[in-house]
């Protein structure tokens, strides 16, 4: 295969694919392929991952215990009907509601509007009400259209839906406008091409899916062709068993012999037709052609197969199901729900464990609403468990604690939540490390600044593969940062539109990789993610909080870290150093402060016991290599 394995790949069992930020000539020393921020993502001209929905498609769903009595054919798969039968079907239903439907749109949706990644569609609609409807409900979903074209006096597809009450297994029939579809000619050649966005290259990742087969005009084909003169990935979706019968022995087959055809997924049954009727051997065909596979099983999970270029040796993994607390009524869209999440973990370089976790929790969250759109408590609860801090549970997932950062994951607002969605992912990529606060003032020429990068200098040298987290601004921040940095060490930044004394994003250019910062517009996340970067999850882990001389926001983390520590809420396994760096004495009348507290009882005795006051750059340094034993 073309794309090499990254390093997570070769060390730690990853998916083996670069994110669509990553670099070709700069390697991840940490391990896990570059991550995109999302912010470069808003930014780039063309979405980082690019669905294609030959047809744009309005759901009609319908619950019903007797649907062999309104539709035709076999009960559970897809297969064509006209308009007008469509119609005739919906008056004989009673109930139905309408939706945003299709697998492309569905997947779209889910990385847009739940992961906030630029997620396209290409394709084409009619210019009708279902059109207006459609357009709408993408613009709302925050789905990149600039590759969907309308086409006038045509009708936008349709698709009836019949839900049973009791499985939540759908039946499909979709009627399409022939005359209204996406052809082969009008895919642009720079849809499928990658970009670069401060000096990082993005490589695009196309999904395409069984229904390209239909028509006459190959647009699989020349949607492949582009997909490898521009040096795309692509994952190819099954989408029916009734499709995998009708198209495997010849376009379906070529279509995933074809380099650029990096993942396949489908459902059991899709499968298990792909076998002539053997899961295990459908499985065993798809494999040799790509490198990744991954198979739903409902209720079940998923399995996945991972094929390792070099070796030719193949890895499984099962994924169970995750519970939501909410009740199932509908596997509508679950299916594509589980792609969106799955896909999400590929594009920021997951391990492919994560990325089946990531889907099998979408999966799971579509399952408690009828259609194929995850509600906000269906997110609450995705978010939830992604980043929840505590130890595995026998699903392979964490538990649930009480820990600060899940409770503000719960309860933000959805902006606040995105927020801190971007940061646990760039801390989860970098790992934590040591947490600096201080001053945004203090200029380079001051003895304090020049105290503070030899300070962090040693201790990166002293802790070794160990990553230096900051707020990423002037003054003690980048002191910090540029100590670090000058030992060869990594350094990540989460950064505020807005320091004390200064505008941090407008003055200069970031000292910072692009890769290792993200930016907050609100101070909540950030403050909770500076607070995670320095939670030790394991004994080995080597962290700590370091105040060098401070204002009042530095005073702000202080105490707020205090207060956690105090409650027990940090989230934190093990003990965690909190020093304080008293150069000149700048924090004795903090001490002082703190001391009158205790003497007035508003303050425990033992609650200061956890506070390291140290006066020189030598006694941090002989402290930290004392506390872990270096």
């Not at 759901?59 to 469509?86: K, N, T």
């Not at 947490?435 to 990166?460: C, F, H, M, N």
């Not at 009042?552 to 202080?558: H, I, N, P, R, T």
């Not at 140290?614 to 270096?630: G, Q, W």
Request: hydrophobic share 35%.
């Amino acid at each position: 295969m073309s794309v090499p394995p990254s390093p997570e790949h070769s060390q730690h069992g990853g998916s083996g694919y670069p994110s669509p930020m990553s670099s070709p000539s700069r390697g991840n020393q940490r391990g896990g392929s570059l991550r995109g921020s999302l912010e470069y993502s808003r930014e780039a001209l063309f979405p980082e991952l690019l669905v294609l929905q030959p047809s744009a498609i309005v759901d009609h769903i319908a619950v019903s215990s007797r649907i062999e009595e309104h539709v035709e054919g076999e009960i559970g798969g897809s297969r064509p009907i006209s308009l007008q039968e469509l119609k005739q079907t919906l008056a004989g239903l009673g109930e139905w509601s309408t939706k945003i439907g299709g697998s492309a749109t569905n997947v779209c949706s889910g990385l847009a509007h739940g992961f906030e990644v630029n997620a396209g569609v290409i394709g084409a609609y009619g210019d009708d009400e279902m059109g207006d409807f459609f357009e709408t409900a993408m613009k709302r979903n925050k789905v990149n259209t600039t590759y969907m074209i309308r086409k006038e006096g045509r009708q936008t597809g349709r698709c009836l839906c019949l839900v049973h009450p009791k499985t939540g297994q759908r039946t499909m029939r979709p009627a399409f406008d022939e005359n209204c579809r996406l052809l082969a000619k009008e895919i642009p050649e720079e849809a499928f091409k990658g970009t670069v966005v401060k000096n990082v290259w993005m490589r695009k990742w196309v999904i395409l899916n069984a229904y390209a087969c239909y028509g006459e005009d190959e647009l699989l084909e020349r949607a492949l062709d582009t997909a490898e003169m521009q040096k795309a990935n692509v994952c190819f979706h099954l989408s029916s068993f009734e499709l995998v019968r009708k198209f495997k022995d010849k376009r379906i087959s070529e279509c995933l012999r074809r380099e650029c055809v990096k993942i396949v997924m489908g459902n059991e049954d899709e499968v298990t037709e792909y076998g002539n009727g053997d899961f295990e051997k459908g499985l065993e065909l798809l494999i040799a052609s790509v490198d990744i596979v991954v198979a739903t099983l409902g209720e079940r999970g998923l399995v996945a197969l991972e094929r390792n270029r070099q070796s030719g040796e193949i890895r499984r993994i099962e994924q169970r199901a995750f519970t939501p607390p909410m009740k199932i009524i509908d596997t509508t869209g679950a299916g594509d729900a589980l792609t969106s999440g799955f896909m999400y973990g590929i594009l920021r370089g997951k391990t492919l464990e994560r990325c089946c976790e990531i889907g099998c929790l979408t999966g799971a969250a579509v399952c408690t609403v009828f259609g194929a759109e995850i509600d906000e408590t269906g997110w609450t609860f995705v978010y939830d468990r992604m980043f929840t801090l505590g130890e595995r549970d026998l699903s392979g997932f964490t538990k649930r604690n009480d820990s600060a950062i899940a409770k503000l994951a719960r309860g933000s607002a959805k902006a606040v939540r995105s927020e801190l969605l971007e940061c646990f992912e760039l801390i989860e990529k970098w790992k934590r490390g040591i947490v600096y606060y201080g001053s945004a003032r203090l200029k380079p020429e001051t003895e304090i600044y020049k105290q503070s990068k030899d300070l962090s200098r040693r201790l990166a040298e002293l802790l070794g593969d160990v990553t230096t987290w900051t707020g990423g601004g002037p003054g003690m921040m980048e002191a910090a940062s540029l100590g670090a940095k000058e030992a060869g060490k990594v350094v990540g930044g989460i950064r505020i539109a807005r320091e004390a004394g200064t505008s941090v994003k407008s003055t200069k250019q970031s000292y910072l990789d692009p890769d290792k910062e993200v930016y907050c517009r609100y101070l909540a996340p950030r403050k909770v993610a500076l607070t995670d970067a320095g939670v030790r999850k394991t004994k080995e882990d080597k962290t700590a909080y370091i105040f060098l001389p401070g204002g009042l926001g530095s005073m702000d983390e202080f105490f707020e870290l205090y207060t956690l520590v105090q409650l027990k809420k940090l989230g934190s396994e093990h003990k965690v150093p909190i020093i304080l760096v008293n150069y000149d004495g700048f924090y004795d009348c903090l001490l002082t402060f703190i001391k009158t507290m205790i003497e007035q009882g508003t303050v425990g005795e033992n609650d200061i016991t956890f506070i390291t006051c140290l006066n020189t750059n030598d006694e941090v340094v002989d402290f930290l290599k004392s506390f872990y034993s270096l």
